[in-house]
């Protein structure tokens, strides 16, 4: 099975920036998409952003125009630049990594990592 390590969240004003990493490892050698999830208290984990071995990308509509998702392939990392960022962005961020698009975009995954913690306060 894949391992997901997050990391890069924390406390920013609003219209602030943030840059997410996310390392995958595992049993697996090459991964055909990897892809970034949130939630918010009381909320589904909702698809934020996803990327192909290709480099095709999917956004959630709520983040196009703010957010970029890019990938490393050899090294199986991912990168979520957050710029511009709203209160409304406050959840806890998930990577996880599959090589079905069809379980990213229904995030079907048997684990996911711990997750990090982004906060948009003033």
């Known amino acids: 099975q894949v391992q997901i390590v997050e990391s890069g969240g924390g406390l920013v004003q609003p219209g602030g920036s943030l840059r997410l990493s996310c390392a995958a490892s595992g049993s697996i050698f090459t991964i055909y998409a990897m892809a970034w999830y949130r939630q918010a208290p009381g909320k589904q984990r909702e698809l934020v952003a996803a990327i192909t071995s290709g480099n095709s990308t999917k956004y959630a509509d709520s983040v196009k125009g703010r957010f970029a998702i890019s990938r490393e392939h050899a090294k199986n990392t991912v990168t979520l630049q957050m710029n511009s960022l709203k209160f409304e962005d406050t959840a806890v961020y998930y990577c996880?990594?599959?090589?079905?698009?069809?379980?990213?975009?229904?995030?079907?995954?048997?684990?996911w990592g711990q997750g990090t913690r982004v906060t948009v306060s003033s």
């Open positions: 996880n990594a599959d090589n079905s698009w069809t379980s990213i975009i229904t995030a079907d995954f048997g684990s």
